[in-house]
């Protein structure tokens, strides 16, 4: 009995056992069937991720060391134009469709793969069926048996013509904004909106007394004194926030002692979507220009000044001859004194015109700013030139709506509307003028003067506010006038911190319009004067 219990005992022990075996068993088997389905779902990603990043891939046989055969996936057509029959009927056919500059490049590439070296991607160019050139992107993937013996590679070709057609463009870009940058002789950076520069030309390197590369990278406070890097992130953040380009006069010092006087222009930096992304400055050496100016601003002014004593003395002289103080005048003299006369007022005017205005670019002009009723200067106006309107046969208008009252220099600004009438009405022969007042859009007021005169050329209305410029030389000179009227009338406007215009067709008239802030701050008067573009 004890010998039956024992082999029922040793049969149950043995069937535990193989039961625990055959449960490993069923777990061993599913484990190797997920490992399958693994390698399957993983095979198929890396199948995915080629398809997505490759056009096609061809596989080399390695036995010995040596490439024994080449086949060619299905989408070589589509990027060689020969199909996988075309390379199989001429085994030599990927080499021949080499660019031949390449071949060697390709070679070697190839030679180090089958050597076992780290298998890294090459760039070449092939020739298409067609005779075009391509560029592919060529990547081997090494094969290995267990004795990490070589076995195969295959090579992952990924047409990139587009890519490089648009690098190369985008060298030539760039090669091409070098020299511009390099050719031009002014001073050339650019910062990002953190003050950080990003490039600049050579010029700028020769200022800095640095090279490129120390220079990229930098700040102002990297580059120049606290006091000099101070005033220039000041400009910097004055033109960012107003978003307008800004100007500004400085003078600087290079390493090699020079010292130049240099008008700096910056503005906004700003990428493909219009966004501002930093900023652009030029500064050009101004030095022997300001020198120049001055020198004729001298000459000038003491031109004129010389020529008021004897242009008085003439004007007596005319005016004593014409009373008859030195005898009997006759008709036929007395129109040529006239005639002499007309023309010594016109020098007279011409004269003080230049002085006025030298006086206005060089701030020397005294401005006494206060609330005034723009009404009452329309009016003033108004009444002061009817007289001269009348006698030329024309009417004279006004109109004036109940506006707030103005900070401004009303001498100016009676001056400045003076000149805009009295111009009206030299080039009106027939018809009237109006003189109007009412509220600017920005709350400001806004003065017109319109006529009905000869009207002004499309081409020459930018020319109007520019001193000794030919606009209408011979009619203006008919006429009596110098020219500087408008030009002096828009240095006062820009010291209001205004702006004057004109709007005109020839034939159809003109109208001047003068627009001045609701405010202006007394102070800026003198700085708006000193900032004025003349």
Excluded at 144 to 170: C, F, H, M, P, Q
Excluded at 313 to 321: D, G, N
Excluded at 393 to 410: F, I, S, W, Y
Aim: charged share 30%.
């Amino acid at each position: 009995m004890k010998d039956q219990s024992r082999t029922k005992q040793s049969l149950i022990e043995e069937m535990t056992t193989l039961r625990k075996r055959v449960a490993d068993m069923e777990r061993v088997e599913s484990g190797s069937k997920r490992a399958e389905e693994a390698l399957r779902e993983s095979e198929g990603r890396y199948k995915r991720l080629l398809d997505s990043v490759t056009d096609y891939i061809y596989t080399v046989q390695v036995e010995d060391g040596r490439p024994v055969a080449t086949v060619h996936g299905p989408g070589c057509a589509a990027v060689t134009g020969y199909t996988p029959e075309d390379y199989q009927a001429d085994p030599y056919l990927w080499h021949h469709m080499i660019y031949t500059q390449d071949r060697d490049v390709v070679t070697e590439h190839a030679a180090r793969v089958i050597a076992g070296e780290k298998a890294i991607a090459l760039e070449h160019r092939i020739v298409h069926r067609d005779g075009s050139v391509l560029w592919v992107r060529n990547t081997p993937v090494p094969h290995y048996d267990e004795g990490r013996r070589l076995v195969a590679y295959d090579g992952l070709i990924s047409n990139i013509t587009e890519r490089k057609r648009a690098e190369e463009a985008l060298r030539e870009k760039t090669a091409l904004l070098s020299g511009l940058l390099a050719s031009i002789p002014d001073i050339v950076f650019f910062k990002d909106k953190e003050g950080v520069y990003l490039g600049c030309n050579p010029e700028f390197v020769r200022f800095v007394g640095q090279d490129t590369s120390s220079i990229v990278g930098s700040t102002d406070y990297d580059l120049f004194s606290k006091e000099i890097a101070d005033f220039c992130r000041e400009q910097d953040r004055i033109m960012m926030d107003q978003g307008d380009p800004r100007h500004n006069e400085e003078w600087i010092e290079y390493p090699d002692g020079a010292r130049v006087l240099i008008d700096t222009l910056k503005a906004t930096l700003r990428d493909v979507d219009g966004q501002v992304i930093g900023m652009l400055g030029v500064s050009r050496d101004i030095t022997e220009r300001k020198r120049l100016e001055t020198t004729k601003d001298d000459f000038v002014s003491m031109v004129s000044h010389e020529l008021r004593s004897p242009i008085t003395v003439i004007k007596e002289t005319i005016a004593l001859v014409l009373e008859e103080a030195a005898g009997p005048v006759g008709s036929e003299q007395r129109e040529l004194m006239s005639a002499a006369k007309r023309n010594v007022d016109r020098l007279a005017r011409l004269v003080n015109d230049v002085l006025d205005l030298q006086k206005l670019q060089a701030g020397q002009v005294e401005f006494r700013p206060a609330a005034e009723d723009v009404a009452e200067i329309v009016g003033d106006v108004h009444a002061f030139m009817l007289p001269v309107a009348r006698e030329k046969g024309l009417a004279l208008e006004k109109a004036a709506a109940d506006l707030p009252r103005v900070v401004l220099d009303r001498d100016k600004i009676v001056q400045v509307l003076t000149n805009l009438v009295s111009n009206a009405i030299k080039f009106t022969d027939r018809g009237s003028v109006v003189i109007s007042a009412s509220r600017g859009d920005d709350g400001g007021v806004l003065l017109s003067v319109a006529d009905t005169g000869i009207g002004i050329r499309a081409e020459d209305i930018s020319k109007l506010f520019k001193a000794f410029s030919q606009v209408s030389a011979s009619a203006r000179w008919e006429k009596g006038s110098t020219g500087l009227g408008l030009v002096i009338s828009k240095e006062i406007v820009t010291a209001h911190g205004g702006r004057i215009w004109a709007e005109s067709e020839p034939g159809k008239g003109s109208t001047f319009r003068v627009l001045l802030p609701a405010e202006v701050d007394v102070a800026t008067y003198g700085q708006a004067m000193r900032n004025a573009s003349f």
